[in-house]
Protein backbone atom coordinates (compact mmCIF):
# COMPACT_ATOMS: atom_id res chain seq x y z
CA UNK A 1 0.00 0.00 0.00
CA UNK A 2 1.54 3.50 -0.51
CA UNK A 3 3.00 5.24 1.93
CA UNK A 4 2.23 9.31 2.23
CA UNK A 5 5.69 10.92 3.51
CA UNK A 6 6.13 14.23 3.90
CA UNK A 7 9.77 15.76 4.54
CA UNK A 8 9.41 19.10 5.57
CA UNK A 9 8.20 19.97 8.81
CA UNK A 10 5.97 23.12 8.12
CA UNK A 11 4.25 20.66 5.22
CA UNK A 12 3.41 18.01 8.35
CA UNK A 13 2.36 20.80 10.32
CA UNK A 14 -0.05 22.15 7.44
CA UNK A 15 -1.52 19.10 6.57
CA UNK A 16 -2.91 18.77 10.36
CA UNK A 17 -3.95 22.37 11.04
CA UNK A 18 -5.47 22.90 7.80
CA UNK A 19 -8.27 20.55 5.40
CA UNK A 20 -5.96 19.02 2.27
CA UNK A 21 -7.63 19.47 -1.35
CA UNK A 22 -5.78 16.51 -2.80
CA UNK A 23 -4.88 17.15 -6.65
CA UNK A 24 -4.89 16.28 -8.82
CA UNK A 25 -5.78 12.95 -10.95
CA UNK A 26 -7.21 9.51 -11.15
CA UNK A 27 -3.90 8.38 -9.39
CA UNK A 28 -3.95 10.86 -6.91
CA UNK A 29 -7.55 9.79 -6.30
CA UNK A 30 -7.04 6.06 -6.69
CA UNK A 31 -3.59 6.15 -3.56
CA UNK A 32 -6.07 7.77 -1.49
CA UNK A 33 -8.59 5.26 -1.71
CA UNK A 34 -6.11 2.78 -1.15
CA UNK A 35 -4.57 4.40 1.84
CA UNK A 36 -7.82 5.23 3.61
CA UNK A 37 -10.67 2.62 2.32
CA UNK A 38 -11.99 1.05 5.13
CA UNK A 39 -13.44 -2.25 2.85
CA UNK A 40 -10.29 -2.77 1.69
CA UNK A 41 -8.36 -2.80 5.29
CA UNK A 42 -11.13 -5.16 6.40
CA UNK A 43 -10.25 -7.04 4.03
CA UNK A 44 -7.05 -6.95 4.17
CA UNK A 45 -7.22 -7.65 8.54
CA UNK A 46 -9.32 -11.08 7.32
CA UNK A 47 -6.72 -12.29 5.17
CA UNK A 48 -4.01 -11.75 8.06
CA UNK A 49 -6.56 -13.58 10.54
CA UNK A 50 -6.96 -16.58 7.69
CA UNK A 51 -3.19 -16.84 7.16
CA UNK A 52 -3.22 -17.49 11.06
CA UNK A 53 -5.56 -20.33 9.74
CA UNK A 54 -2.95 -22.74 8.63
CA UNK A 55 0.07 -22.47 11.68
CA UNK A 56 -3.16 -23.61 14.26
CA UNK A 57 -4.08 -26.66 11.43
CA UNK A 58 -0.26 -27.41 11.06
CA UNK A 59 0.57 -27.13 15.24
CA UNK A 60 -1.68 -30.73 15.40
CA UNK A 61 0.98 -32.61 13.53
CA UNK A 62 3.83 -30.67 15.74
CA UNK A 63 4.75 -32.07 19.40
CA UNK A 64 2.66 -31.13 22.49
CA UNK A 65 4.57 -30.45 25.82
CA UNK A 66 3.19 -29.40 28.95
CA UNK A 67 4.00 -29.47 32.65
CA UNK A 68 1.71 -29.41 35.57
CA UNK A 69 2.29 -29.19 38.88
CA UNK A 70 0.58 -29.12 42.43
CA UNK A 71 0.99 -28.74 46.39
CA UNK A 72 -1.47 -29.68 48.76
CA UNK A 73 -1.94 -30.15 52.89
CA UNK A 74 -4.05 -33.41 53.61
CA UNK A 75 -5.17 -35.40 56.97
CA UNK A 76 -5.52 -38.87 56.81
CA UNK A 77 -5.91 -41.26 59.36
CA UNK A 78 -4.90 -44.80 58.75
CA UNK A 79 -6.27 -48.17 61.10
CA UNK A 80 -5.83 -51.34 60.85
CA UNK A 81 -2.87 -52.53 59.10
CA UNK A 82 0.01 -54.00 60.95
CA UNK A 83 -1.67 -52.64 64.03
CA UNK A 84 -0.99 -48.86 62.98
CA UNK A 85 -3.22 -46.20 64.84
CA UNK A 86 -2.03 -43.29 62.89
CA UNK A 87 -3.56 -40.00 62.81
CA UNK A 88 -1.67 -37.24 61.00
CA UNK A 89 -1.41 -34.13 58.57
CA UNK A 90 1.32 -34.14 55.84
CA UNK A 91 2.02 -31.59 52.88
CA UNK A 92 1.86 -33.20 49.26
CA UNK A 93 3.10 -31.93 45.98
CA UNK A 94 3.30 -33.46 42.74
CA UNK A 95 4.68 -32.13 38.95
CA UNK A 96 4.66 -33.79 35.85
CA UNK A 97 6.06 -33.04 32.10
CA UNK A 98 3.71 -35.00 29.40
CA UNK A 99 4.96 -34.92 26.03
CA UNK A 100 2.13 -36.36 22.95
CA UNK A 101 2.82 -36.57 19.33
CA UNK A 102 0.08 -37.66 16.62
CA UNK A 103 0.74 -40.35 14.85
CA UNK A 104 -2.38 -40.74 12.98
CA UNK A 105 -5.02 -37.61 12.89
CA UNK A 106 -7.32 -38.09 9.44
CA UNK A 107 -9.21 -34.78 11.22
CA UNK A 108 -5.92 -32.58 11.15
CA UNK A 109 -5.21 -33.42 8.06
CA UNK A 110 -8.60 -32.20 6.38
CA UNK A 111 -8.24 -28.93 8.44
CA UNK A 112 -5.09 -27.95 6.70
CA UNK A 113 -6.32 -28.62 3.52
CA UNK A 114 -9.40 -26.33 4.63
CA UNK A 115 -6.83 -23.28 6.01
CA UNK A 116 -5.50 -23.23 2.55
CA UNK A 117 -8.47 -23.20 0.88
CA UNK A 118 -9.96 -19.73 3.40
CA UNK A 119 -6.63 -18.29 2.97
CA UNK A 120 -6.96 -18.49 -1.22
CA UNK A 121 -10.39 -17.11 -0.25
CA UNK A 122 -9.65 -14.12 1.69
CA UNK A 123 -7.02 -13.39 -0.49
CA UNK A 124 -9.29 -13.52 -3.83
CA UNK A 125 -11.72 -10.71 -1.63
CA UNK A 126 -8.65 -9.05 -1.15
CA UNK A 127 -8.24 -8.75 -4.70
CA UNK A 128 -11.81 -7.89 -5.36
CA UNK A 129 -12.21 -5.23 -2.87
CA UNK A 130 -8.74 -3.91 -4.74
CA UNK A 131 -10.64 -3.65 -8.28
CA UNK A 132 -13.82 -2.33 -7.00
CA UNK A 133 -12.25 0.14 -5.38
CA UNK A 134 -10.53 1.68 -8.53
CA UNK A 135 -13.78 1.03 -10.70
CA UNK A 136 -15.64 3.20 -7.73
CA UNK A 137 -12.79 5.98 -8.12
CA UNK A 138 -12.94 6.10 -11.66
CA UNK A 139 -17.01 6.37 -11.89
CA UNK A 140 -16.93 9.07 -9.23
CA UNK A 141 -13.37 11.42 -10.56
CA UNK A 142 -15.36 11.17 -14.13
CA UNK A 143 -18.66 11.17 -12.46
CA UNK A 144 -17.12 15.30 -11.13
CA UNK A 145 -16.05 16.03 -14.19
CA UNK A 146 -19.23 14.69 -16.01
CA UNK A 147 -20.98 16.87 -13.37
CA UNK A 148 -18.55 20.22 -13.94
CA UNK A 149 -19.50 19.93 -17.72
CA UNK A 150 -23.11 19.71 -17.44
CA UNK A 151 -22.53 22.94 -15.07
CA UNK A 152 -21.22 24.51 -17.59
CA UNK A 153 -23.69 23.34 -19.94
CA UNK A 154 -26.19 24.63 -17.88
CA UNK A 155 -24.52 27.95 -17.15
CA UNK A 156 -24.33 28.50 -20.98
CA UNK A 157 -28.19 27.63 -21.76
CA UNK A 158 -28.54 30.31 -18.64
CA UNK A 159 -26.90 33.07 -20.69
CA UNK A 160 -28.44 31.85 -24.25
CA UNK A 161 -31.80 31.89 -22.78
CA UNK A 162 -31.46 35.05 -21.34
CA UNK A 163 -29.89 36.79 -24.42
CA UNK A 164 -32.92 35.35 -26.11
CA UNK A 165 -36.19 36.18 -23.82
CA UNK A 166 -34.38 39.89 -24.20
CA UNK A 167 -34.75 39.75 -27.61
CA UNK A 168 -38.30 38.82 -26.95
CA UNK A 169 -38.86 41.85 -24.53
CA UNK A 170 -37.21 44.13 -26.73
CA UNK A 171 -39.37 43.26 -30.23
CA UNK A 172 -42.33 43.60 -28.18
CA UNK A 173 -41.49 46.83 -26.73
CA UNK A 174 -40.80 48.01 -30.55
CA UNK A 175 -43.76 46.12 -31.98
CA UNK A 176 -42.74 43.74 -33.73
CA UNK A 177 -43.68 41.08 -31.45
CA UNK A 178 -45.90 38.87 -29.56
CA UNK A 179 -47.04 38.24 -25.74
CA UNK A 180 -47.14 35.01 -26.53
CA UNK A 181 -43.57 34.72 -27.82
CA UNK A 182 -42.42 36.68 -24.23
CA UNK A 183 -43.90 34.43 -21.99
CA UNK A 184 -42.60 30.89 -23.63
CA UNK A 185 -39.03 32.75 -23.43
CA UNK A 186 -39.64 33.36 -20.02
CA UNK A 187 -40.56 29.44 -19.40
CA UNK A 188 -37.82 28.82 -21.24
CA UNK A 189 -35.24 30.76 -19.20
CA UNK A 190 -37.22 30.05 -15.97
CA UNK A 191 -36.81 26.27 -16.76
CA UNK A 192 -32.80 27.12 -17.14
CA UNK A 193 -32.98 28.73 -13.50
CA UNK A 194 -33.76 25.48 -12.39
CA UNK A 195 -31.63 23.40 -14.29
CA UNK A 196 -28.74 25.19 -13.22
CA UNK A 197 -29.49 24.73 -9.53
CA UNK A 198 -30.06 21.22 -10.15
CA UNK A 199 -26.65 21.06 -11.77
CA UNK A 200 -24.99 22.93 -9.19
CA UNK A 201 -26.51 20.28 -6.93
CA UNK A 202 -25.41 17.23 -8.70
CA UNK A 203 -21.64 18.82 -8.92
CA UNK A 204 -21.77 19.24 -5.11
CA UNK A 205 -23.13 15.44 -4.76
CA UNK A 206 -20.12 14.28 -6.80
CA UNK A 207 -17.75 15.75 -5.44
CA UNK A 208 -19.18 13.97 -1.91
CA UNK A 209 -19.00 11.01 -3.55
CA UNK A 210 -15.34 11.11 -4.32
CA UNK A 211 -14.74 12.45 -0.86
CA UNK A 212 -16.17 9.41 0.25
CA UNK A 213 -13.66 7.32 -1.25
CA UNK A 214 -10.51 9.39 -0.46
CA UNK A 215 -11.55 11.01 2.61
CA UNK A 216 -10.14 14.12 1.82
CA UNK A 217 -11.59 17.16 0.89
CA UNK A 218 -11.90 17.38 -3.19
CA UNK A 219 -10.18 20.04 -5.08
CA UNK A 220 -9.07 20.79 -8.87
CA UNK A 221 -8.98 17.58 -10.90
CA UNK A 222 -7.30 17.10 -13.86
CA UNK A 223 -9.63 17.79 -17.13
CA UNK A 224 -9.80 14.88 -19.24
CA UNK A 225 -8.83 15.40 -23.00
CA UNK A 226 -10.23 14.63 -26.14
CA UNK A 227 -9.53 11.04 -26.97
CA UNK A 228 -9.67 8.46 -29.50
CA UNK A 229 -12.74 6.18 -28.45
CA UNK A 230 -11.66 2.36 -28.13
CA UNK A 231 -13.81 -0.52 -27.99
CA UNK A 232 -12.81 -3.36 -26.80
CA UNK A 233 -9.73 -5.42 -27.49
CA UNK A 234 -10.32 -8.06 -28.31
CA UNK A 235 -13.08 -7.38 -29.87
CA UNK A 236 -14.92 -10.97 -28.93
CA UNK A 237 -17.08 -11.25 -26.32
CA UNK A 238 -16.61 -15.26 -25.82
CA UNK A 239 -12.70 -13.44 -25.02
CA UNK A 240 -13.81 -11.47 -22.32
CA UNK A 241 -16.37 -14.29 -20.86
CA UNK A 242 -13.52 -16.62 -20.61
CA UNK A 243 -11.10 -14.43 -18.95
CA UNK A 244 -13.76 -13.60 -16.13
CA UNK A 245 -14.53 -17.15 -15.82
CA UNK A 246 -10.85 -17.38 -15.04
CA UNK A 247 -9.65 -14.30 -13.51
CA UNK A 248 -12.87 -12.38 -11.89
CA UNK A 249 -11.75 -12.28 -8.27
CA UNK A 250 -15.48 -12.72 -6.71
CA UNK A 251 -15.89 -16.17 -8.66
CA UNK A 252 -12.52 -17.50 -7.46
CA UNK A 253 -13.47 -16.57 -4.18
CA UNK A 254 -16.79 -18.10 -4.05
CA UNK A 255 -14.85 -21.32 -6.23
CA UNK A 256 -12.12 -21.62 -3.18
CA UNK A 257 -15.22 -21.23 -0.51
CA UNK A 258 -16.81 -24.17 -2.19
CA UNK A 259 -13.66 -25.96 -1.89
CA UNK A 260 -13.64 -24.84 1.69
CA UNK A 261 -16.72 -26.31 2.58
CA UNK A 262 -16.00 -29.89 1.12
CA UNK A 263 -13.09 -30.03 3.63
CA UNK A 264 -15.45 -29.09 5.72
CA UNK A 265 -18.00 -32.13 5.29
CA UNK A 266 -14.23 -34.29 5.21
CA UNK A 267 -13.12 -32.96 8.39
CA UNK A 268 -16.81 -33.75 10.09
CA UNK A 269 -16.76 -37.04 8.70
CA UNK A 270 -13.42 -38.11 9.61
CA UNK A 271 -14.57 -37.65 13.38
CA UNK A 272 -15.48 -41.23 12.93
CA UNK A 273 -11.92 -42.33 12.25
CA UNK A 274 -9.38 -43.56 15.21
CA UNK A 275 -6.85 -41.27 16.62
CA UNK A 276 -3.47 -42.72 17.46
CA UNK A 277 -1.08 -40.46 19.68
CA UNK A 278 2.21 -41.61 21.18
CA UNK A 279 2.60 -39.97 24.18
CA UNK A 280 5.47 -39.84 27.20
CA UNK A 281 5.30 -38.83 30.60
CA UNK A 282 7.98 -37.78 33.57
CA UNK A 283 5.92 -37.41 37.03
CA UNK A 284 7.12 -37.01 40.52
CA UNK A 285 5.06 -37.53 43.64
CA UNK A 286 5.29 -36.94 47.27
CA UNK A 287 2.82 -37.24 49.85
CA UNK A 288 1.77 -39.83 52.02
CA UNK A 289 1.96 -39.79 55.62
CA UNK A 290 4.96 -41.77 55.73
CA UNK A 291 7.85 -40.23 56.12
CA UNK A 292 10.70 -39.93 52.99
CA UNK A 293 8.23 -41.70 50.81
CA UNK A 294 8.98 -40.43 47.26
CA UNK A 295 7.13 -41.84 44.08
CA UNK A 296 9.33 -40.79 40.35
CA UNK A 297 7.80 -42.61 37.28
CA UNK A 298 8.20 -42.11 33.42
CA UNK A 299 6.66 -43.87 31.07
CA UNK A 300 5.86 -44.09 27.20
CA UNK A 301 2.15 -45.08 25.98
CA UNK A 302 1.00 -45.52 22.33
CA UNK A 303 -3.04 -44.09 22.53
CA UNK A 304 -5.96 -45.22 20.34
CA UNK A 305 -8.66 -43.26 20.55
CA UNK A 306 -12.07 -43.90 18.33
CA UNK A 307 -15.94 -42.97 18.95
CA UNK A 308 -18.23 -45.02 19.06
CA UNK A 309 -21.78 -43.38 20.30
CA UNK A 310 -21.80 -39.83 20.92
CA UNK A 311 -25.81 -39.26 20.78
CA UNK A 312 -26.03 -38.25 16.84
CA UNK A 313 -24.05 -35.09 17.16
CA UNK A 314 -21.40 -36.46 14.19
CA UNK A 315 -24.20 -37.36 12.14
CA UNK A 316 -25.82 -34.28 12.55
CA UNK A 317 -22.41 -32.43 12.11
CA UNK A 318 -21.93 -34.23 9.18
CA UNK A 319 -25.53 -33.66 7.50
CA UNK A 320 -24.99 -29.62 8.46
CA UNK A 321 -21.75 -29.54 6.59
CA UNK A 322 -22.96 -31.67 3.35
CA UNK A 323 -26.04 -28.91 3.72
CA UNK A 324 -23.60 -26.10 3.99
CA UNK A 325 -21.23 -27.50 0.87
CA UNK A 326 -24.68 -27.55 -1.36
CA UNK A 327 -25.58 -23.91 -0.35
CA UNK A 328 -21.93 -23.18 -1.60
CA UNK A 329 -21.94 -24.86 -4.89
CA UNK A 330 -25.43 -22.84 -5.57
CA UNK A 331 -23.69 -19.96 -4.99
CA UNK A 332 -20.67 -20.45 -6.76
CA UNK A 333 -23.07 -20.89 -9.85
CA UNK A 334 -24.89 -17.75 -9.14
CA UNK A 335 -21.82 -15.88 -9.22
CA UNK A 336 -20.75 -17.82 -12.32
CA UNK A 337 -24.28 -16.38 -13.48
CA UNK A 338 -23.95 -13.25 -12.19
CA UNK A 339 -19.95 -12.84 -13.27
CA UNK A 340 -20.99 -14.27 -17.38
CA UNK A 341 -23.95 -11.79 -17.42
CA UNK A 342 -21.82 -8.70 -16.18
CA UNK A 343 -18.97 -9.17 -18.80
CA UNK A 344 -21.14 -9.45 -21.69
CA UNK A 345 -23.01 -6.26 -20.26
CA UNK A 346 -19.75 -4.47 -20.00
CA UNK A 347 -18.61 -5.66 -22.96
CA UNK A 348 -21.44 -4.43 -25.17
CA UNK A 349 -21.75 -0.79 -23.30
CA UNK A 350 -18.13 -0.10 -24.54
CA UNK A 351 -18.94 -1.19 -28.19
CA UNK A 352 -21.99 1.13 -27.83
CA UNK A 353 -20.18 3.80 -26.11
CA UNK A 354 -17.99 4.44 -28.82
CA UNK A 355 -20.92 4.52 -31.20
CA UNK A 356 -22.70 7.15 -28.13
CA UNK A 357 -19.15 9.13 -28.58
CA UNK A 358 -19.50 9.39 -32.15
CA UNK A 359 -23.23 9.95 -32.77
CA UNK A 360 -23.04 12.37 -29.71
CA UNK A 361 -20.43 14.70 -31.49
CA UNK A 362 -22.40 14.92 -34.38
CA UNK A 363 -25.36 15.50 -32.79
CA UNK A 364 -23.72 18.72 -31.40
CA UNK A 365 -22.13 19.60 -34.26
CA UNK A 366 -25.86 19.68 -36.19
CA UNK A 367 -27.23 21.11 -33.41
CA UNK A 368 -25.03 24.30 -33.48
CA UNK A 369 -25.17 24.81 -37.14
CA UNK A 370 -29.13 24.74 -37.33
CA UNK A 371 -29.04 27.22 -34.08
CA UNK A 372 -27.29 29.38 -35.96
CA UNK A 373 -29.58 28.92 -39.31
CA UNK A 374 -32.06 29.85 -36.91
CA UNK A 375 -30.79 32.98 -35.35
CA UNK A 376 -30.14 34.29 -38.80
CA UNK A 377 -33.39 33.34 -39.89
CA UNK A 378 -35.04 34.92 -36.88
CA UNK A 379 -33.06 38.22 -37.59
CA UNK A 380 -34.06 37.95 -41.45
CA UNK A 381 -38.30 36.99 -40.36
CA UNK A 382 -38.18 33.97 -41.76
CA UNK A 383 -37.81 31.92 -38.47
CA UNK A 384 -39.87 32.47 -35.34
CA UNK A 385 -38.86 33.17 -31.96
CA UNK A 386 -40.75 29.71 -31.12
CA UNK A 387 -38.25 27.89 -33.72
CA UNK A 388 -35.36 29.65 -32.53
CA UNK A 389 -36.18 28.46 -28.66
CA UNK A 390 -36.52 25.17 -29.89
CA UNK A 391 -33.14 25.11 -31.55
CA UNK A 392 -31.31 27.12 -28.64
CA UNK A 393 -32.96 23.94 -26.08
CA UNK A 394 -32.10 21.28 -28.48
CA UNK A 395 -28.52 22.37 -28.71
CA UNK A 396 -28.59 22.49 -25.23
CA UNK A 397 -29.80 19.14 -25.05
CA UNK A 398 -27.08 17.71 -27.67
CA UNK A 399 -23.81 19.27 -25.55
CA UNK A 400 -25.25 17.21 -22.26
CA UNK A 401 -25.35 13.76 -24.34
CA UNK A 402 -22.33 14.24 -25.35
CA UNK A 403 -21.10 15.10 -22.06
CA UNK A 404 -22.58 12.05 -21.00
CA UNK A 405 -21.09 10.05 -23.71
CA UNK A 406 -17.55 11.58 -23.70
CA UNK A 407 -17.23 10.28 -20.10
CA UNK A 408 -19.41 6.80 -20.26
CA UNK A 409 -17.01 5.61 -22.68
CA UNK A 410 -13.89 6.15 -20.16
CA UNK A 411 -15.97 4.60 -17.76
CA UNK A 412 -16.77 1.64 -19.85
CA UNK A 413 -13.17 1.05 -20.59
CA UNK A 414 -12.77 0.45 -17.11
CA UNK A 415 -15.80 -1.09 -16.17
CA UNK A 416 -15.34 -4.09 -19.01
CA UNK A 417 -11.76 -5.03 -17.10
CA UNK A 418 -13.42 -4.80 -13.82
CA UNK A 419 -15.81 -7.00 -15.24
CA UNK A 420 -13.32 -9.53 -16.29
CA UNK A 421 -11.25 -9.35 -13.34
CA UNK A 422 -8.85 -7.60 -14.99
CA UNK A 423 -8.41 -4.15 -13.49
CA UNK A 424 -5.16 -3.18 -12.34
CA UNK A 425 -2.89 -0.10 -11.68
CA UNK A 426 -1.62 0.15 -15.12
CA UNK A 427 -5.09 0.50 -16.59
CA UNK A 428 -5.82 3.20 -14.32
CA UNK A 429 -2.01 4.60 -15.47
CA UNK A 430 -3.59 4.59 -19.20
CA UNK A 431 -6.66 6.20 -18.52
CA UNK A 432 -5.12 8.38 -15.91
CA UNK A 433 -2.63 9.64 -19.55
CA UNK A 434 -5.61 11.10 -21.15
CA UNK A 435 -6.14 13.60 -18.24
CA UNK A 436 -4.49 17.37 -18.85
CA UNK A 437 -2.61 18.85 -15.78
CA UNK A 438 -4.95 20.04 -12.81
CA UNK A 439 -5.67 23.88 -13.18
CA UNK A 440 -4.35 26.72 -10.79
Not at 33 to 50: C, I
Not at 208 to 216: A, D, I, K, M, Y
Not at 293 to 321: C, D, H
Request: hydrophobic share 40%.
Amino acid sequence: MPAIRYTIVCTMATWFLVPQAWGENLLDAYREALHTSPVLAQAQASLQAAMQDRPIAESAFLPQLGISASVGYNTGTFTGFAGLDLNRGYLSNSYSVTLNQSVFNGQAETALQEAGSRIQAQAAAVADAEQQLALQVARSYFGVLQAQAQLAVAQKQKKLLDSIYRQTEAALQIGTGDIVAVREAKARRDAADADLVKARNALAVARQGLQRLTHHPTGVLSALKHYQALGPQPDQMQAWVETAIRDQPRLLQGEAELRTSREEVRYRQRARWPRLDLQGIAQHQHGNPFPGFNENQAGVSLNLSMPLYEGGRIYGTVQKAEAQNVASLDHVESIRDSVVLDTQTAFLNLKSSVAALRAARAAVDSAKISLEGTRTGYAVGTRSIIDLLQTATDYIRAEQDYNVAFYSQIVSRVALKAAAGQLDYTDLQAINALLDRPGP
